[in-house]
């Protein structure tokens, strides 16, 4: 089983996040700073799951996790309305953006892709 970090401030939507990693049997590891994700990559999670909107610095930790060569997936989440913030994740090297009303809603599968 392949275990998920997860860059997210909201509590409650983390809470959601990780009742939902429980209940699709995956290991979720939570962290609030770049430094702490990058460590934690270290380890060579299955998958990333980014709120671009985390105030400690979503975009830069992915910036400093593809300098780095890490090339685990990072699924990346906004509000749909954030085109351009979307476009500097892409070209920061996000795997995949999605809106956070589409993340919610697929977040049982994405999850899954731990697994596999």
Known sequence: MGKVVVMVEDVFFL??????????????????TVDSLLEKALAKPALILLDLNAKAGALEALRRLRDAGNQTPVVA?????????????????CSEIMPRSKFTQELAAILGRAKA
Do not use: C, P, W, Y
Not at 17 to 28: P, Q, S, Y
Not at 77 to 93: C, D, I, K, P, Y
């Open 15 to 32: 809470a959601k996040i990780a009742e939902t990693a429980r209940h699709t049997g995956v290991e979720l590891e939570a962290t609030g």
């Open 77 to 93: 989440f906004l509000s749909h309305v954030q085109t351009e913030l979307a476009e500097e994740a892409r070209a920061a090297g």
